[in-house]
């Protein structure tokens, strides 16, 4: 039994440095120390068939045969594990000589290239940039803008109200334009007042070619003694000659706002088709492009203003454009809903 003893370890001391995978290795462990028939497996089972003076001398040189070869079996694992690591090390290392792989640019979308222009055109005129919530609460977006609740007006403004639907006793809503920046604003700040007020807003309405439910609207408010409709024309013929380079027509048509009187819409002649007629006018050869007018005197009692120029109150203009269609005309865009529909082939040509 010895010798078998002496036998096993030769030959395992020089198989198990030399399994050069982790397979032959699993094989080789089998074949001296397998549970079933491993060489010194079977030596220990056999152990009780000896001679108690033989057993106990076998069994020590046995168990110690076993605890070595653990250990071999152990430290080949580690070496071809190391083994691995270099030969990753290899196939992974850096060839700094190599030209690098070019990482590709991504711009900013339409909307805020024409937003960015539109806010230049504004802040020359001396205009400065305003900010408001797009979550708005019932009394911003309706009630002080003299539309109160159940007033017909109400019926132009499709409206996401919000779940719960009062917080702190309000009804909270997606704002569905941006006129309630006006009242934060005048509510915070004294005349004069020139602002624009960007942002997104939303309506529960169908879609079509020049409607979405979420789109943008640049609000723009002028508050001073002795403003005119006047100076509303002059201050939007020189933004649609600024930002079309001169060559767009508009109209201005009478319209109904409950926060401006007498109240008005800018229309623009279509770029897409020349006024001739298409889709994206429905026909018209006209856009709507904003809402406008001047700001109505129960708006001005509503944020503590005098509304009488007569005892040297204020007056101003307000108006509410679409910076959806606005960017259709810039880059005669046929579809409003492409501006979200985060199409890289749409996206990539501007
Ligand atoms: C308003 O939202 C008023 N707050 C505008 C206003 C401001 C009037 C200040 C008076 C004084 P209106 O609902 O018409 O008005 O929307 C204004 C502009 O937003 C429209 O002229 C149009 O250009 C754009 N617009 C309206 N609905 C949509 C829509 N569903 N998708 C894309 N653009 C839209």
Redesign the pocket.
């Known amino acids: 039994m010895l010798d078998e003893l002496n036998r096993i370890r030769k030959s395992a001391s020089l198989e198990i440095p030399a399994a050069h995978s982790s397979e032959r290795l699993e094989a080789l462990r089998i074949q001296f120390l397998g549970r079933e028939q491993g060489a010194l497996t079977l030596i220990l089972r056999g152990l009780k068939d000896l001679p108690e003076s033989e057993r106990k001398k076998v069994g020590a040189a046995a168990n110690r045969l076993r605890t070595d070869l653990e250990i071999l079996f152990a430290h080949q694992r580690e070496t071809l594990k190391k083994g691995a690591g270099t030969s990753r090390l290899l196939s992974e290392r850096l060839d700094v000589t190599r030209p690098g792989i070019r990482v590709r640019r991504g711009h900013l979308h339409p909307i805020t290239q024409v937003l960015r222009k539109i806010e230049n055109i504004f802040l020359r005129m001396g205009f400065t940039v305003a900010e408001g919530p797009e979550i708005e609460t019932e009394y911003y977006n309706f009630d002080a803008l003299n539309i109160p609740d159940n007033h017909p007006a109400r019926d ?2 499709d409206t996401f109200w919000l779940k719960p639907e009062r917080v702190k006793s309000e009804r909270l809503l997606l704002r569905t ?1 941006t ?1 309630p920046v006006q009242i934060r604003y005048m509510e915070k700040n004294a005349p004069p007042i020139r602002i624009i007020s960007p942002g997104v807003v939303y ?1 529960y ?1 169908a879609t079509d070619a ?3 439910i979420e ?1 943008w ?1 640049i ?1 723009g408010l002028m508050v001073d003694r002795h403003i005119s409709v006047g100076n509303f024309k002059a201050v939007i013929s020189r933004f649609f000659s600024d930002l079309f380079g001169g060559k767009v027509e508009i109209r201005l048509r009478p319209a109904y ?1 409950p ?2 009187e007498p ?1 008005f ?1 800018v229309d623009v002649m279509c770029l897409q088709c020349r006024g001739q007629g298409c889709s994206v006018c429905s026909k018209t050869g006209w856009l ?6 001047m700001v109505h005197p129960s708006v001005f009692k509503a944020v503590g203003y005098n509304p009488n120029p007569t005892t040297g109150g204020v007056q101003g203009f ?5 910076l ?2 606005l960017v259709m005309m810039n880059y005669k865009i046929p579809d ?1 809903r492409l501006m979200r529909g985060g199409d890289l082939r749409f996206l990539k040509q501007f």
Do not use: P
């Open positions: 132009m403004w334009h006129s309506r309405e020049s409607h979405d789109f609207q609000e706002f926060f401006v109240g819409e709507e492009m904003m809402g406008a007018g307000a108006f509410g454009m679409g959806d269609r409003v």
